[in-house]
């Protein structure tokens, strides 16, 4: 077939793809572009909120680093994704940033932004080609699952309809952040047509710790800045991490924490609880610090942390948290504490508090163009998958290359199932 026929036959094709977030975007870019018709429906009243929502505090796209290092951050899923990644580095999503006419710029963290930090003119500006390529969208559409003869069910704000098209992508996020439209009731039309799911955990989240009512009420949101953070996971492996956290009145939280939220909450999972030590003085020695301890006088211990420590209030509220009045004073059990400092956790934060999620549908229900093997001619893209990533780009990032991923195969399942037709 020659690609003038191949596009003659995708321009009588229709797909429906089912959500607006980053994968699903990206798909409709993939399948418009081919000259397919596109038709996207959302739940929400408009498309790409998750996206807005991210940033809000500067919209992290990628990260710089060296691929291969940048490819390791998605843990054990890495070759499962590795097709996708190699689809659309991040190289390429610079590059189509670029194209959208958003210039990116390069953080002192290697953390990749766009250059007015914001995500809406993104948005706005990829809207606008999609619809310039023909996609239509269907906001305050909820998908509803298959009925007999195969359509979809949807209830809009005229009622209950269905449809029909040639393909279907779904890209209808994890669960996290609700509000926002990804609430993960998903999982009961797909798990009834017998498609194997990871049960959806939170991802990148707080942890809860009964502090206690004094500490919630004066130091809720206080953030734990300067600090270092050791843990031994239950399979024996040990995580260093230097940076920053909150803590809230309902437990912790923040990048550090978020960093370490596989493997804590792993650990919780495989025993119940994890405890991971907090260094309040990574730059000092324990000998530095019990020596300085030693020359407090006649001082107040939370002035004399201040003066000669740098403590803020929140790190001396936690010593008293832990150690309690009576051992806060033996001068080696809180030189010892200051450079280990114990939080015990044995649950993460509700998952609709989470950044995202982790679980979904297992990669061994789907073919290599991430087509749903039970179900001929449905894709799947996004975080409805079974992976997972950290915070600093590479969740964005993996959106986007498993949505182009589903999108570039459904082109070729069209393409391919219309071949015999045009030979006839």
């Not at 009512?213 to 800045?225: N, T, W």
């Not at 002035?303 to 420590?309: H, P, Q, V």
């Not at 008293?320 to 010892?336: P, S």
Request: net charge positive; charged share 20%.
């Amino acid at each position: 077939m020659t690609p003038t026929e191949s596009a003659a036959i995708l321009t009588h094709q229709n797909v429906a793809i089912i959500g607006g977030g980053p994968a699903g975007l990206m798909a409709a870019e993939v399948l418009s572009q081919a000259g397919v018709q596109v038709d996207l429906y959302d739940a929400m009243p408009s498309v790409g909120r998750k996206l807005l929502l991210a940033g809000i505090g500067g919209l992290n796209i990628t990260h710089s680093e060296d691929y291969k290092e940048f490819c390791s951050r998605y843990g054990a899923e890495q070759s499962l994704l590795q097709s996708s990644l190699d689809q659309f580095t991040p190289e390429h999503l610079r590059s189509w940033v670029h194209g959208l006419g958003i210039d990116t710029f390069v953080g002192t963290s290697g953390r990749v932004f766009p250059k007015e930090m914001k995500a809406a003119p993104l948005l706005r500006a990829w809207l606008h080609r999609l619809r310039q390529n023909g996609v239509r969208f269907h906001v305050r559409h909820r998908w509803h699952g298959w009925a007999e003869d195969g359509s979809l069910q949807l209830t809009g704000p005229d009622g209950d309809i269905t449809i029909k098209p040639n393909a279907t992508l779904l890209a209808l996020g994890g669960a996290s952040w609700p509000k926002l439209g990804s609430d993960g009731s998903w999982t009961t039309p797909l798990a009834n047509k017998g498609i194997n799911i990871t049960p959806l955990q939170s991802a990148n989240c707080g942890f809860a710790v009964p502090w206690s009512a004094l500490l919630q009420q004066k130091f809720s949101g206080e953030p734990l800045k300067s600090i270092a953070i050791r843990f031994n996971d239950h399979a024996g492996n040990e995580h260093h991490r230097q940076g920053e956290c909150i803590v809230s009145r309902e437990g912790i939280e923040g990048s550090l924490i978020y960093a370490l939220s596989r493997p804590l909450r792993e650990t919780i999972n495989a025993t119940g609880s994890a405890t991971f030590y907090i260094d309040l003085a990574p730059d000092r020695s324990p000998e530095k610090i019990l020596d300085a301890l030693c020359r407090r006088g006649s001082k107040s211990l939370s002035s004399y942390l201040k003066s000669a420590l740098g403590f803020n209030g929140v790190k001396t509220a936690l010593l008293y948290e832990v150690l309690g009045k009576a051992q806060i004073n033996d001068l080696k059990t809180l030189a010892a504490t200051i450079k280990g400092l114990p939080i015990t956790v044995h649950a993460t934060r509700p998952i609709a508090e989470a950044i995202s999620t982790a679980g979904g549908i297992r990669f061994s229900n789907i073919d290599p163009n991430f087509m749903i093997k039970k179900l001929p001619g449905v894709f799947v893209a996004g975080e409805m998958l079974d992976w997972e990533a950290p915070t600093g780009g590479y969740l964005l990032n993996g959106c986007l290359a498993t949505g182009l991923h589903a999108g570039r195969g459904a082109l070729a399942w069209l393409t391919a199932r219309a071949r015999p037709q045009s030979s006839a």
